[in-house]
């Protein structure tokens, strides 16, 4: 019984002819019939090194973003700036740009540590002005001495703001304000978020705040 392939005894003649069906323009599919060739793997060999025409390639989505990922790459962009400008993966962008050369440092280190710095301490600024609004807003809430209320049948404040813990009774402590009247220190647990805590700190000041100068007891 005759090999299955013995038909292409004559391999390279084969590739002659499939490599010219090829250049003319001819889909593997067209090949495949004209020749005669059912095998995927003998086809594969006899084509090898032949870039499919154009007209059988089928259009991909991301060929425009890809021109424009290496237009702005060609530019000097960076790849977190071509990200932000197509809404596209970084590894897709290193993948389609991986040939050109990186563009130079416009930015030493020392410059753009600086930058990230004042970047920073810009947010920490914002951050503490929305802290002070807050527990200013929260003081306002306890608005009159009557808040100072509070103090007297729960445990004495600290003389700084709430902060992690349960209530508890009376300890070692080097205060000097200790002795039958003090009642212990009252610690607040505050596990929602920092605007509570905020708020809380706010309530804390303004009991203190509240209290008249003849109750000087329940001030610290």
């Not at 594969?44 to 790459?73: C, F, I, S, V, Y």
């Not at 920092?194 to 509240?210: C, P, Q, S, T």
């Amino acid at each position: 019984m005759a090999h299955p392939t013995s038909k292409y005894a004559d391999f390279e003649g084969l590739r002659d002819q499939a490599v010219a069906l090829r250049r003319a323009g001819l889909s593997r599919r067209q090949i495949r019939d004209r020749l005669h060739v059912d095998n995927n793997d003998i086809l594969n060999r006899l084509l090898q090194g032949e870039p499919a025409p154009e007209w059988t390639k089928r259009p991909n989505a991301k060929d425009d973003l890809r021109a424009e990922a290496r237009e702005l790459r060609l530019k000097g962009w960076t790849y977190d700036r071509i990200q932000v400008e197509l809404g596209c993966s970084k590894s897709s962008i290193s993948l389609w740009v991986r040939d050109l050369p990186r563009p130079e440092r416009k930015r030493s280190r020392e410059e753009a540590a600086a930058i990230a710095r004042r970047g920073w301490e810009a947010k920490l600024r914002l951050r503490e002005e929305e802290r002070q609004r807050t527990r200013a807003a929260a003081t306002n809430e306890i608005g009159s001495p009557a808040g100072c209320a509070v103090s007297a049948s729960s445990p004495r404040p600290s003389r700084g703001p709430p902060r992690a813990g349960t209530a508890r009774g009376p300890s070692v402590t080097n205060r000097k304000n200790t002795g039958d009247t003090y009642r212990g220190c009252l610690r607040v647990d505050v596990r929602n978020g920092a605007d509570l805590y905020r708020r809380i700190e706010g309530w804390w000041y303004g009991i203190v705040g509240a209290a008249t100068s003849s109750d000087t007891r329940n001030r610290t």
